[in-house]
């Protein structure tokens, strides 16, 4: 490719089912051992081969860029709480992208933005990480609680992290609301 070349456009046959007010920012043909297909980044989350749906950036907990495998780590929701859910890891999923272009960098770069708060607690037997993350589209933050393994998810873990995320929120909330 020369200095002012790009990269064609994602064929049709491999565009997904996109939102109204979705656009692909970068794709990348890839293969995950069990067959072929292609991971598109768009302004509202990361579809991947063999999801029949787009996950949001907020819903990836971890991205990993390796130089040639891309893993993700999307997050299963636990349970729901008053003002926010407790959520764990799914397994992660790695792609090889042969020509990824930018889609490595947009996927950092919007796991990254979508995150506006986060930090890690201790808790009554282990540990937990608070996080609220901006759901593309959406005006307010989406709350998530996600335990260290091995953290027990009883009454007093969760009550410990109800005040943790009420903390939290009070603490980020903008000073004339």
């Not at 005006?139 to 995320?165: M, Y």
Request: net charge negative.
């Amino acid at each position: 490719m020369g200095l002012f070349s790009r990269k064609p456009k994602l064929p049709p046959a491999a565009r997904p089912p996109l939102a109204d007010d979705e656009r692909v920012l970068a794709w990348a043909a890839a293969g995950n051992g069990e067959g072929d297909g292609v991971v598109v980044a768009s302004n509202l989350g990361l579809w991947l081969p063999g999801r029949p749906h787009r996950l949001g950036w907020h819903d990836i907990l971890k991205a990993v860029w390796s130089g040639h495998e891309l893993t993700v780590t999307p997050a299963e929701r636990v349970t729901e709480r008053d003002g926010y859910q407790v959520v764990a890891d799914c397994p992660a999923e790695t792609y090889l992208l042969v020509d990824p272009g930018e889609l490595p960098h947009q996927v950092r770069a919007r796991v990254t933005r979508s995150v506006a708060y986060t930090a890690h607690h201790p808790v009554p037997g282990g540990a937990g990480r608070v996080a609220a993350r901006r759901v593309a589209g959406v005006d307010v933050l989406s709350w998530t609680v996600r335990f260290d393994p091995g953290t027990p998810a009883d009454e007093v873990v969760l009550a410990e992290a109800d005040r943790l995320v009420a903390a939290a929120r009070a603490a980020t909330a903008p000073a004339d609301a």
